[in-house]
Every structure is written in C-alpha cells, then in structure tokens.
C-alpha cells in the first residue's frame, strides 16, 4: 500500500515559473523525503524534512510540512527544462516497523 | 564516489524462466534495499539487509522470490520461476544506515524486466 499521494499527477510549465507539488500522507511520521526521478533512471534524493521541521530549504527547492494535516509541498522556483522529471514524496513511518513508503509520483514537464 | 551499480539494465526473459539480479551498494552503506516500480507507480520495497541480516521481507513473495547478501556488500535477487505479473523495474538502493535514522536512500539505475 502507498502512503503519500501526490497532487497534481502531472503538471506542465514554461521555463522560468515555479512548480508546486503537494503530497498528502495517513500516518504519523519520522520524515518526509523527495525524491526526483529522470525517465529510464533511478531515484535522486532531493531533501529531507523531520516531522519536528516546518520548512527547509536547498537551492531552489523549498519543501514545507504540516504535520497538523499531513502534508508536504514540494516548490522548486525559477523551474528549467532540466526539472523535467518524476517527483515522488516518500514518508518513513513511525513506530517499530518503519520504512520509506513513497507515493505514485508527479509528472512535472518543464517547457523552453 | 561511485553510485549503486546495478546489472543488468535489461532483461527480457520467457514466463517460467529464472532471473537473477545483481547490486553492488555504495562502499561503506550498510544498509541495502531492493524495491519493485511498476509502470507509473513509486517503488514498492521488497526486502532491506542491514549488513547480511534481512530485518524486513515482509513484502517479499517468498514462493518465488529469494535474496541474498553475502559479506554485507553486493546482493542478488532472484524470480524463480517468473511469471507475466514480474515485469517491472527492480531498483537497489543503499544508505548509511537504516531508514529510522534520517538517512537518504541512494538508488541505483534499476533493471527492467519484461516477461514475455
């Protein structure tokens, strides 16, 4: 079973805009994670936020969490066609039998 | 610093065939995943090792799937035999340590397998 459900499930951009993708999740929580995934690739680690985090930043990437509502949103600003790709949040779990549990992913396409 | 190699990147194989995966982990992480990502889906875990020890398999289908982690460094993953419903992406990542001490997963490129 999937725990994070990403929103929207795709999402289409001019070069230069920012991107906002949201991810929603059932159960209480260690950490939430981001991931990137490039077609035909494995997945590239974007950032880490605590459940004890509000906010955290990284280059262009900005990821917020609202543990009150269970949810995360990922935002990359000034977007380039190389951010095209697959944004997949993944949660790891609280309790004795925690693991990373990632979503179905966004489909981000970035235009020239 | 070399990234999880895993081999090879495709396979194509006949149902009921054998299938053996190989990953080579990033030097020092000790703690080796193996996920399964179908078509349009996120990865779905099938076993963690830390070191040797497998510490969760629950999601692995254990009639036909097997792993193995000799000497805590590479792993294997076998489908024996495979069916239609295998076809998917393996991926192997690697951490530090295990997923309760915030560590990142670092995945390598996968392998595709089609059934035929």
């Known amino acids: 079973s999937q725990q994070g459900e990403e929103d929207p499930q795709a999402l289409s951009i001019q070069e230069g805009e920012n991107a906002t993708m949201n991810c929603s999740y059932k159960t209480s929580i260690n950490n939430l994670q981001w991931y990137r995934q490039n077609s035909g690739r494995g997945l590239v680690h974007l950032i880490l936020?605590?459940?004890?985090?509000r906010e955290k930043h990284s280059g262009r990437l900005r990821v917020t969490l609202d543990t009150s509502k269970k949810s995360s949103s990922l935002l990359i600003t000034a977007s380039r066609a190389a951010d095209t790709a697959s944004y997949f949040c993944a949660t790891d779990r609280a309790g004795a039998n925690s693991k990373l549990t990632f979503g179905k992913g966004i489909t981000l396409s970035v235009r020239p | 610093e070399a990234g999880v190699v895993q081999s090879p990147r495709y396979k194509i194989i006949e149902k009921k065939q054998p299938v053996a995966f190989w990953c080579n982990p990033i030097?020092?992480?000790?703690?080796l995943y193996w996920y399964r990502q179908n078509l349009g889906q996120g990865p779905e875990l099938l076993i963690r090792y830390e070191n040797e020890e497998a510490v969760d398999d629950s999601q692995l289908p254990k009639d036909r799937f097997s792993a193995e982690r000799l000497k805590g460094v590479d792993s294997t993953l076998k489908i024996q035999p495979a069916e239609l419903g295998d076809s998917a992406v393996y991926l192997c990542?690697?951490?530090?340590?295990?997923?309760?001490?915030?560590?990142?997963?670092?995945f390598g490129d996968g392998t595709r397998l089609s059934i035929l």
């Open positions: 030097s020092g992480h000790n703690t």
């Open positions: 936020i605590r459940s004890n985090e």
């Open positions: 990542a690697s951490s530090l340590e295990g997923t309760n001490s915030n560590q990142p997963q670092h």
